[in-house]
């Protein structure tokens, strides 16, 4: 069962279509949320070893939030491409209905992630009450500080960082199960590399 390719029959999609692998485009755009998500966990990590204080912290969590935006707008394209553009292999035969169900989950939970994990971060900010750095501009303080709000959404960012961090083990533990266990091609699928 494969997945009508609608009205895109390029060059880039018929490849991946005769070899069982996602799509170039497809696997740029998850090889780039993938760097994007490592230095956002890089960046969050850093801040907290150079204290929340230092100069160091305020270039650090400038870097974090334009990563998260980056982030969120790649997240945005993903979904785009893959609703309307995409090429997505089936599964393997062999894999069992609640194997695929949960890789299913999984995925959309990185996705609503992906997507929550900015915006919980940026009312954070919002509701701090202050002027912030975001790449070149100098974003003025557009609401009035807030420190109760605020703290509902730190919490919400610091939970949601941790079921991010938990969702892309558990698709990270997968992908290698089904390579170094099951060698059934599933990683290879996605892998930028032939």
């Known amino acids: 069962m494969t997945k009508n390719l609608g009205p895109v029959t390029g060059i880039a999609i018929r490849p991946a279509a005769e070899s069982g692998r996602f799509d ?16 956002q966990f890089t960046s969050a990590w850093l801040r907290d070893a150079v204290g929340h204080e230092s100069s160091h912290a305020v270039a650090i969590l400038a870097t974090h939030r334009a990563m998260g935006l980056l982030t969120w707008i790649i997240g945005l394209l993903r979904l785009v491409w893959r609703h309307n553009f995409a090429y997505l292999p089936p599964f393997p035969e062999s894999m069992p209905k609640l194997q695929q169900s949960i890789a299913k989950a999984n995925e959309y939970g990185l996705y609503a992630l992906i997507f929550l994990q900015p915006m919980t971060g940026l009312a954070g900010v919002l509701f ?27 919490a919400a960012h610091g ?17 290698l199960f089904h390579r170094l266990v099951l060698r059934d091609g599933v990683l290879q699928r996605m892998w930028p590399w032939n």
């Open 24 to 39: 170039q485009t497809s696997i740029a755009l998850h090889s780039l949320t993938v760097l994007l998500l490592i230095g």
């Open 128 to 154: 701090h009450g202050m002027s912030f750095e975001l790449f070149i501009w100098q974003v003025p303080a557009l609401l009035e500080p807030n420190p109760a709000i605020r703290g509902l959404f730190v």
């Open 159 to 175: 939970f949601g960082a941790k079921a991010l961090l938990a969702l892309v083990g558990l698709h990270a533990g997968a992908a």
